[in-house]
C-alpha cells in the first residue's frame, strides 16, 4: 500500500490533494485511464508531490509512469545532488528515469537564462515522450504559480492572452494536475506522508522578477485579499475563454483572406488587413507568424505592431526582417516570404538575388562577387588569426539559427561594430563608404533570424560579438575582393 494511504473501515483514504487533483483530472480532461504520463521531476517539492500523487493512482487507473529530470549545472554540486536524489526517488518507485544534461552559464546574453532553458527543457520533454511512447507530459505547475505568472504578464503590459496565463492542457499533451492545488496543500501533504524534497537556492533569490513577486507581492495581496491568488487565477481563466474566443474569429478571417504559397509563404490583401479592428490586425498577424515558427510561439508585440505600422504607410515597398523570414509590404499586398524560399529584391530597379543557406560548418560562393564564404564552430581559445573584415568571430551559443547569406534590401538596420551599440541603417553605412548604388545589391550580407551578422568584408554586427563568458565561437571567412577593393 502506498504510504500517503491510511485504511479506513478496511478501505484506502485518499489524502485531501489527491481528491483534489482527480478533481482537476476529470473536470479538464487531462489524461485517461491506461495512459503514458512522462512526468517531470526536478526534486523540488511541486513535482515530488506530483510524482507521489500519480503513483498512488498508478494501480486503480492502470497507469504507466515514466520520469524525466533536467540537470542544468547552474549551481554546481547542488544540481548533481538534485539528480542523484531524484534517481533514488524514483527507483524506491520503481519508475523509470530519463536524465538530461543540458551546459547553460549564468552570464550575459540576449535571451533570459530561465527562457534558453524553458526551450531545452520541453524539447527534451517531447524528444522522451516520443521516444517512450508517452501520451502525456504532467509538469508541476500550482494555482500559486499560475497567480504569479499572471501577475508578472501583468507588469510587461500584456493582453489577453499573456493574462490567461497558463492552461491546465497545453498542445494536447502538456497537462497540469496540480493547477488548482496551493502551495500550501502540498506542503501539508509531503509533511504528512514523509516525502522528502529538495530546495533549490535560486528560487530564493531576488535575482528573477517572478521571486520578487513571490516573496514581496503575493504576501501583501493576500493580507489585503486573502482570497487573491484564487481571483487571480479564475482571472486567467475568463481571460483564456475570451482570448480563445477572438482566436477563433481571427482564424476565421483569416482562412477566407489569407492566401498561403509554397514552402511556408503567406499573402494577405493589405486593405482587408487595415479595416479591421487593432485587436483582430494583431491577433492575425500573430497568428501568420506563430504557424512560420518551428516551436509555434507567438512573436512579441513589439513586432507585431511594426507589421501593422508598415502596412499602414503609405509610400514605396517596405519591408522587415521577422523570425524565419521576411514581411514584404507592397501597394496592395502584404507578404511573408519563408527562409528556406526568400528571395528578395534589394533595389528598385527589380534586380532579385536568391539568399543561400549558410550550414555549420560549410562553404558558399555568391555569384554575384565570386567570393567565396567559409563558417566552422571552434573553442574560444582555437579561434584563428589574423581577424579583420575578411575573417569575423561571433558567439555561437548566442547568434540565432539558420544563417543566410542574402542581398541588402531597404529598412535593413544592423549595429555596427565600433558604433557602442547603436543602429544604423544599410543604406546609410553603404553612402557613408560611396559605394555606388548599382554595386549594393552584390554585398553578401550574413543575417540570423534575429538580425544581421556581417556585412562581408566590410563590418560585422557588434550583438553577437563574443563576451568574457563566451565559450563556442563561430568563425566566418571570406576569400576573395570586396566590392569596394575591386573597383578603387
Known sequence: MHPVMKKSLGKPAWPPLL??????????????RGQHLLVAVSGGPDS??????????????SLKLTAVHCNYGLRGSESDHDQEFVKARCRERKIPLHVRRFQLHDGPRYSSLQAVARD????????????????????GHTADDQAETVLLWVLRGSGLTGLSGMPAFRDDKVIRPLYEARRREILTYLRKAGISFREDSSN??????????????????????????????????????????????????????????????????????????SALQRRIIRGLLRQNHTQHRSSGLRTIDRVIRLASKRGDVSSLDVARGRIIVGRDEVRFIAQQTQVISPDRQGHVIP??????????????TGQRLQIQRVARDQVPAPLGKHRIIVDADRVSQPLLVRSWSPGDRFHPYGMNGH????????????????????????AAPKGIVWIVGYRQDQRWMPTATTERCLVLTVDGLSLREGTD
Not at 228 to 248: G, P, V
Open 19 to 32: 481528491h483534489r487533483v482527480v478533481h482537476t483530472v476529470r473536470s479538464r480532461n487531462l489524461f485517461l
Open 48 to 61: 515530488m508531490a506530483l510524482l507521489s500523487l500519480l503513483d498512488c493512482l498508478r494501480p486503480s487507473w
Open 120 to 139: 531545452l527543457r520541453y524539447r527534451a520533454f517531447n524528444e522522451i515522450a516520443e521516444e517512450c511512447g508517452a501520451e502525456r507530459i504532467a509538469v
Open 204 to 277: 530564493a533569490k531576488p535575482l528573477y522578477l517572478r521571486n520578487r513577486i513571490r516573496q514581496e507581492i503575493i504576501p501583501i495581496l493576500n493580507r489585503l485579499v486573502p482570497s487573491s491568488t484564487d481571483a487571480l487565477c479564475r482571472l486567467a481563466d475568463i481571460c483564456r475563454e475570451d482570448d480563445r474566443y477572438l482566436e477563433q474569429q481571427a482564424a476565421a478571417l483569416s482562412s477566407s483572406t489569407v492566401k498561403w504559397e509554397s514552402a511556408g509563404g503567406w499573402v494577405i490583401d493589405r486593405g482587408i488587413l487595415l479595416d479591421l479592428p
Open 355 to 368: 539568399p543561400e543557406r549558410l550550414t555549420v560548418p560549410g562553404t558558399l560562393v555568391w555569384p554575384s
Open 423 to 446: 543602429s544604423k541603417k544599410l543604406q546609410d553605412f553603404f553612402t557613408d563608404l560611396k559605394i555606388p548604388v548599382a554595386a549594393r545589391s552584390r554585398i553578401p550580407v550574413v
